[in-house]
C-alpha cells in the first residue's frame, strides 16, 4: 500500500473494499472482500514470495507481457521501410 500511496495513486481506487453476502449458517451475514485493480496485482505479484507458485507464475506473466510491450515500442519507433523489412522477415521464418 505504501507503494501505491509514493506512486501517487489512491489506494482505495486501486483496492475498493466490497462486500460477499455468506449465505450459511444461521443467517445470511456480509463478508468484507477485496477487488484488486491490474496495478494492484502488479504490486502485491512483484514483492510477494517468489517461492509460492501463484507469485512465480504472476512474476512470469508480468516479466513477459513487459519484454512484449518493449518490442512493440521498438517496431512502432521504426520507419515504414524498416516495418515492412521486419514484417518480411518473420513471414519467411
Known sequence: M???ENAGHS???QIP???NLVVG???PREKVDYELSRYACYLIVQNGDPRKEVIAL???YFAIQT???ELADH???LDEDRRRLV???DIKQ
Open 2 to 4: 505504501i507503494a501505491c
Open 11 to 13: 489506494i482505495l481506487d
Open 17 to 19: 473494499e466490497v462486500g
Open 25 to 27: 449458517g444461521v443467517a
Open 58 to 60: 504472476g512474476q512470469t
Open 67 to 69: 519484454y512484449r510491450q
Open 75 to 77: 517496431f512502432n519507433q
Open 87 to 89: 514484417v518480411c522477415g
